[in-house]
Nanobody, 117 residues
Framework: QVQLVESGGGLVQPGGSLRLSCAAS????????MAWYRQAPGKQRELVAS???????NYADSVKGRFSISRDNAKNTVYLQMNSLKPEDTAVYYC???????????WGQGTLVTVSS
């Protein structure tokens, strides 16, 4: 089993930046693809960004050019750098890990990001 712990959420003004971190309980990156999802109040959870074990990235259209996903294999950590934040980015952000071979996925507990003046 894999535990994922997110951190870095908080309150930020529009146009500001935050960096979210997702720490995994063990070395999973050679086997797992990682992603960040978010869920705003009253909306479905949506994919924000993903990164494969090989380092390929993918972004939702709404965050392209503003968000960047990266991973530090030595620290078993995935990051989401969020710049030029907008009020519509307000949501709970969740870290996700998918076992490439078994199709099992794991979720963190989420971290709240609020973009407001």
């Amino acid at each position: 089993q894999v535990q994922l712990v997110e951190s870095g959420g908080g309150l930020v003004q529009p146009g500001g930046s935050l960096r979210l971190s997702c720490a995994a309980s063990r070395n999973i990156f050679s086997r797992y693809n990682m992603a960040w999802y978010r869920q705003a109040p009253g909306k479905q959870r949506e994919l924000v960004a993903s990164i494969t074990s090989g380092g390929s990235t993918n972004y939702a259209d709404s965050v392209k050019g503003r968000f960047s996903i990266s991973r530090d294999n030595a620290k078993n950590t995935v990051y989401l750098q969020m710049n030029s934040l907008k009020p519509e980015d307000t949501a709970v952000y969740y870290c996700n890990a998918i076992d490439r071979f078994l199709g099992i996925d794991y979720w963190g507990q989420g971290t709240l990001v609020t973009v407001s003046s």
